[in-house]
């Protein structure tokens, strides 16, 4: 009808059903996730460096923490997730880190000194990433509280039409 204005949504909506079956990408969500994780993807790679796999492990936190996360209703609970998990991380760095060369050391006393240096190792920088991922963790625990906010503020108003 000629003198009926369509709504700024209908557009939009008209380039959603073009597609098909596939929603529109909410770009800076994904671009979120895609940081959160690079940094998670990054968090596992060091984690396993004296193991072995890193890259691959590096590979499957990115891919897999970022399918994960894009997933969350909106940006503020993507990087309040995404703070949770490297905060986690953070603190199975230190252990996965010094725990293979704690136990391959070798005889006599260079292994020895070998074993007790990583073992002063483990429990120092332990206690540090400990309180680095506290912090981390207060911050995501914010961030996931104001993004439940605005979740629930927008479920909870109509939309005009």
């Given at each position: ?48 460096l ?5 890259e ?11 399918w ?18 490297s ?8 252990i ?45 625990y ?20």
């Amino acid at each position: 009808m000629a003198g009926e204005q369509s709504a700024p949504d209908d557009h939009f909506d008209e380039q959603v059903e073009k597609r098909g079956r596939f929603r529109a990408i909410a770009w800076i969500r994904l671009f979120a996730s895609v940081l959160m994780g690079l940094v998670i993807g990054g968090l596992l790679a060091w984690m396993s460096l004296n193991i072995g796999g890193s890259e691959v492990l590096f590979i499957v936190g990115l891919v897999g923490s970022t399918w994960y996360l894009y997933r969350k209703p909106s940006t503020w609970l993507t990087i309040g997730t995404g703070l949770y998990i490297s905060a986690g991380l953070l603190v199975l760095t230190p252990i996965l880190f010094y725990i293979p060369v704690m136990f391959g050391a070798g005889e006599g006393l260079e292994g020895a000194g070998e074993f007790f240096g990583s073992l002063i190792g483990l429990v120092v920088w332990a206690f540090v990433f400990f309180l680095i991922a506290l912090v981390i963790f207060a911050l995501g625990y914010f961030v996931n509280k104001k993004g439940r906010q605005k979740v629930s503020t927008q479920e909870e108003s109509p939309q005009s039409s």
